[in-house]
């Protein structure tokens, strides 16, 4: 090989020794896919135990709402918003009803905007989602003044 070409080879292969060399240092011993194989992904062995104590504070249930607002989750599953998790808008439902015994609602126009703001994704399935312009749809109002958000088409607030 030229040395113009060799140098370069040489820089690179210095490069990922450092870099391996750097990783042994950083990266602990006991962080891999265990003897399970890569089934259950990367993680730490050491802080196994840490991570089965942490509470999971999202229930990702919809029937775990069903039992007590009723009213609501049938209107839900018949309008649009049928594909909107309960706690995507009400918060998590960790500890509830217990503490706190009711939800905290944001009725703010940012917590609808999140979803309905006009948004340029034509090539995605953002795109089909009914979007306004905050400046000139009743800038000065909730949304939950007009629409109610359990079954939005319907036409009567809540």
């Known amino acids: ?3 113009h070409a060799l140098r370069p080879f040489l ?10 060399a750097i990783r042994l ?3 602990p011993a006991d962080f891999g896919t265990g003897d399970r ?11 196994e135990a840490e991570w089965k ?15 007590c607002h009723f009213e609501n989750y049938d209107a839900i599953n018949q309008s649009p918003h049928v594909i909107v998790k309960c ?8 500890d509830h009803p217990a503490s706190p015994p009711k939800l905290e609602i944001d009725k703010s126009r940012q917590q609808c905007l ?21 400046d000139d749809h009743h ?10 958000p359990h079954n939005p088409v319907s036409g009567e607030s809540k």
Do not use: Q, T
């Open 1 to 3: 090989m030229r040395n």
């Open 11 to 20: 820089v690179i292969i210095g490069m990922v020794v450092v870099i391996m």
């Open 25 to 27: 240092i950083i990266v």
């Open 37 to 47: 194989g890569y089934m259950y992904g990367w993680h730490r062995a050491g802080n």
């Open 53 to 67: 104590a942490f509470a999971v504070k999202y229930k990702f249930n919809d029937e775990y709402c069903r039992d």
């Open 87 to 94: 706690e995507n808008c009400h918060g998590p439902a960790y």
């Open 114 to 134: 999140r979803c309905h703001a006009s948004l340029p994704y034509h090539s995605s399935d953002r795109a089909n989602i009914k979007g306004i312009d905050p």
């Open 139 to 148: 800038p000065d109002m909730e949304c939950s003044m007009c629409h109610n």
